[in-house]
């Protein structure tokens, strides 16, 4: 039996991003099955096309790139009150390399597609919340990424403030991924600022 929240749950979870009458929310309930996943369960597989965008209720997911051998490299962090997807793939419904996988255990409130689709085409101003979010997640992205774009020091501290939460679930491999440097630069580097012992 799927489980959902209460409109005026969803209320509460999305307000910050744009405001509507709980009647619109008793609408979308059916729309955003609550779903509960045990840590490392993959969501979306490498090469695959995304077909949920999954705001996380509870826990953590992370999107990661593949590699051939060893550890695949976390590239994004999606907490609490973010939304997780490869968001190209999901509007555009193409294969991406990326793997979408729990961090921990994590409950997450899913749109498919098709439910988007749907919302989009009969619920009158869903598609202005839609909007709201779909800024907010293209802000953080633009933030995010802006980060790597920075002089070594300067993003590495630029992550440790901006994103204390994400950068802890972030190894020295994933960071030296991420800046286009090699691990040993990037311990050097860390140990310099202090933000590693």
């Not at 490299?73 to 555009?92: D, P, Y």
């Not at 980060?147 to 993003?155: H, S, V």
């Amino acid at each position: 039996m799927e489980r959902f929240l209460t409109a005026e749950e969803l209320k509460k979870e999305f307000d910050s991003y744009y405001q509507l009458d709980l009647s619109v929310y008793e609408q979308l309930v059916p729309y955003l099955p609550l779903r509960s996943y045990p840590k490392s369960t993959e969501l979306k597989g490498p090469g695959e096309i995304e077909h949920c965008a999954r705001y996380v209720f509870k826990g953590a997911i992370a999107m990661l790139y593949p590699t051939e051998n060893g550890r695949d490299f976390r590239v994004r962090i999606f907490k609490k009150g973010m939304v997780a997807t490869h968001l190209e793939s999901f509007t555009q419904q193409i294969p991406s390399p990326y793997i979408i996988k729990t961090l921990e255990y994590s409950v997450v409130l899913e749109l498919s597609t098709i439910a988007e689709k749907y919302m989009l085409d009969n619920i009158d101003s869903v598609t202005n919340l839609s909007t709201a979010i779909n800024r907010t997640i293209a802000q953080d992205y633009e933030a995010w990424h802006n980060i790597f774009t920075l002089p070594l020091e300067a993003g590495l501290l630029k992550l440790a403030i901006d994103f204390p939460y994400e950068n802890g679930k972030l190894s020295i491999k994933d960071k030296s991924h991420l800046f286009k440097c090699s691990v040993s630069k990037m311990r050097r580097t860390l140990q310099k600022l202090k933000l590693i012992g």
